[in-house]
């Protein structure tokens, strides 16, 4: 069971980092194209300071997962 747990940690923290990756891609190649709309800044600059913490979370889960913190004592 821990090596189900220690695998899923790996994964949460792949998908973390993957999401960040992602996200700030995305909202550099819109807001560098030639024609930027207002509604595309105001989309960017709320949602990378609210998913990027959460994601930030996801990875952490993950590194307590990877690391054995959600382990029963006798397990």
């Known amino acids: ?22 996200l700030f891609d995305r909202a550099i ?6 024609t930027v709309k207002p509604d595309k800044k105001i989309f960017w600059y709320s949602i990378l300071p609210v998913y990027v913490p959460l994601m930030l979370g996801l990875a952490l889960f993950g590194w307590y997962a990877l690391k054995g913190e959600y382990s029963k004592v006798g397990e």
């Open 1 to 22: 069971m821990n090596t189900i747990k220690k695998l899923s940690g790996i994964l949460w923290i792949g998908l973390a980092v993957a999401a960040i990756w992602f």
């Open 29 to 34: 190649t819109e807001l560098n194209a030639t």
